[in-house]
């Protein structure tokens, strides 16, 4: 059994961050789950483009208020606490924050820790 | 990309119950995601005993307070917002709530939403 607290975890190097956006890995491959977990967090007023084509993610909001923009459609979803979002078809989208979002992500398959956004919003995949 | 609200789906059939526990599926197998997530809520004051010798979980606590006991070593872990358990060796595990817990439940692979708890608190993978 893992336990672990995002509270002590968000001090650590499971925490990666970047321009007004920061994720902390509670799961990451190596634990052997098949998935990976993250409790992300999107700071108001900040806008987001993703495309993970090699992943498929699914987004649950804890708290905060937002947007989610479907690229290929044009149309848009609220978030509220409660909302979940899934990337079946690994959909580009565009997130945005009204207030700072809190979101219980899970990644298949599970990211490594390693990755960094690319210019095409995506991760690779693990070597 | 599927969009889904809990506090719509928790009145439909996504939602199963059983004694003092309740779960609303928000995706299942035929999401095809390659993973389930579930949002369970644990009735203040009850205690359950789970064993999911065919799935992995993994358990976050977005809110209420209780404890984890993993049967194998006798080891408690006290749960509270941000408290992450995953059942990374299918570990047997009794679930206490001295608050009302509310959790967000990933497994994999994913249930059906048919699946019933079996008198060793497994459940029967999928046909």
Redesign the interface.
Known sequence: ???????IEKKTDRRVADQKWESVR??LAD?????S?H?TTIQAGSEHTFHYKNH?E?V?C?SGEGE?E?LATG?V?QI?P????????H?K?TLRARRELVL?C?F?PPVTGKEVHRADGSYALAD
């Open positions: 059994m893992i336990v672990r607290d995002f509270n509670l799961l634990d052997g789950m098949g998935f977990f409790i498929f699914s649950y804890i989610i479907d149309k979803h509220t409660g909302v979940m979002y899934a990337l079946n078809l959909d989208h219980a899970c298949n």
